[in-house]
Structure formats: structure tokens, C-alpha cells
Nanobody, 122 residues
Framework: VQLQASGGGLVQTGGSLRLSCVVSGFSSDHDDIGWFRQAPGKEREGVSCIRSSSGRTYYAESVKGRFTISRDNAKNTVYLQMNSLKPEDTAVYYC????????????????WGQGTQVTVSS
């Protein structure tokens, strides 16, 4: 069971990035996938998740209206489109497999990928 996150980088305030999470060892269409982030000195924060059964999505208040989670089952890939980026979005972003609920909580996730760094310059 592996999750591989990619797509991070350095962007200016207001810019966009799309993160990808390729899952292997299980199917993204049978497992809920979440995105999390962790900034230096801060706790890991749930950003968004997508349910496998319904495609229902949830977002943290801090990213609503700016971030969009989606999945391509044929590619076993889950995406996080991030628009209107702010310096406070700077963090290492992780994807994980677990249980997607209205509040995205790390404790409900079992398998984690390595992180991808997102840096937003002011």
C-alpha cells in the first residue's frame, strides 16, 4: 500500500498549484483519500477529503472556495487543485488513505504518503 504525493513547488501569492496523489496497492475508488498539511512548528491540519463511495468532498474552512479535491479512478489518482494561494498555505502537504468525514482528522487515516512542499511567497 503506497501513496505518492507530488506537484508541490514555489508560487507567488495568488498563484495556483495542483497536487497529485497516486495510490497503489488499493484502489482510490474504494478508499477515502484525504489531504493534510503541516507547517513548521504547527500540528498537522486536515485540508480536504473525498469519499470513495459517493464522491462527497469536505474542506477545511481555511481553504473552502480556493481548493478543490477530485479523483481519476482510471489513474488511481486524487488531485488537490489549489487556487488563490496565500503565504499561510505554505506547508508540507500529505495525502493519506482512511475515513473521510466532515471534519478531516488525521487519526482516521491509516496509510500516508511522503509529503510534497508547497511554498507561497508574499
Amino acid at each position: 500500500v503506497q501513496l505518492q504525493a507530488s506537484g508541490g513547488g514555489l508560487v507567488q501569492t495568488g498563484g495556483s498549484l495542483r497536487l497529485s496523489c497516486v495510490v497503489s496497492g488499493f484502489s482510490s475508488d474504494h478508499d477515502d483519500i484525504g489531504w493534510f498539511r503541516q507547517a513548521p512548528g504547527k500540528e498537522r491540519e486536515g485540508v480536504s477529503c473525498i469519499r470513495s463511495s459517493s464522491g462527497r468532498t469536505y474542506y477545511a474552512e481555511s481553504v473552502k472556495g480556493r481548493f478543490t479535491i477530485s479523483r481519476d479512478n482510471a489513474k488511481n489518482t486524487v488531485y488537490l487543485q489549489m487556487n488563490s494561494l496565500k503565504p499561510e498555505d505554505t506547508a508540507v502537504y500529505y495525502c493519506a488513505e482512511g475515513v473521510c468525514q466532515r471534519t478531516v482528522v488525521a487519526g482516521w487515516y491509516n496509510f500516508w504518503g511522503q509529503g510534497t512542499q508547497v511554498t507561497v511567497s508574499s
